[in-house]
């Protein structure tokens, strides 16, 4: 890891998996933190749980809170969009401001995966990355509400992004719930082998990138 992190890359790392790499560069990250003493002591509880903890134990830990529990789960739009076809389209537009600012997507991740939105930030000029913070961050908020409230050493970091944000988080409303056989069809091939996530919606220009938002947007008055 450079010696000189931005501080997106410093919260993108701690949201990750625990790998060994990651412990073994846990006192960088400290020494990065001294730069910005009011993030490091917010910070510094995670860093002491997870130089403390066995890798075991943490990567228990990791799966169980953001995992197999939805309300902590680290994509932005399943906070938003919960299952519905809505989800499918967003993702396909936050891929296009991604490649539209030179970022190419590597791996297996999905691109509304908080760690690599916290990646791209650092990648911009801070009067770029503001704003897509300040449209994230009613989300970001929403998770750290639920960490905190379960008592999670993560919560920290969310309590980071929220301070940073140049707008206050408003409340998020829950996502649309949907039962087994609704999620199947919805992200189920249709009988024309169309991806119905990735169906252009009605009015939608084929192939248009539509504004990402990260919350829903007010219904216009008729």
Do not use: C
Request: proline fraction near 9%.
């Amino acid at each position: 890891m450079e010696h000189a992190m931005h501080h997106y890359q410093i919260l993108s790392r701690l949201l990750l998996y625990p790998e060994p790499e990651l412990i073994a560069h846990l006192p960088q990250l400290d020494t990065a933190l001294e730069a910005t003493p009011e993030w490091q002591a917010l910070l510094r509880p995670l860093l002491a749980h997870l130089e403390s903890s066995s890798l075991i134990d943490l990567q228990q830990q990791y799966v169980a809170t953001f995992d197999r529990n939805p309300s902590h789960s680290l994509h932005l739009f399943e906070h938003i969009h919960g299952e519905s076809r809505d989800r499918g389209q967003a993702m396909v537009d936050l891929m296009e401001e991604y490649k539209r600012h030179g970022l190419q997507m590597v791996g297996d991740d999905l691109p509304d995966f908080v760690p690599l939105f916290l990646e791209f930030l650092a990648q911009l000029d801070e009067e770029v990355s503001a704003p897509l913070l300040g449209d994230a961050v009613h989300v970001l908020a929403h998770i750290g509400r639920k960490l905190t409230a379960n008592g999670s050493p993560y919560a920290p970091v969310f309590t980071v992004l929220e301070r940073l944000s140049p707008v206050a988080a408003e409340m998020l409303a829950e996502p649309p719930v949907r039962d087994m056989d609704e999620a199947l069809e919805t992200f189920g091939p249709g009988a024309d082998g169309v991806e119905p996530l990735l169906r252009q919606g009605p009015g939608q220009v084929p192939g248009g990138v539509q504004p990402v938002h990260f919350h829903p947007q007010p219904r216009r008055a008729a």
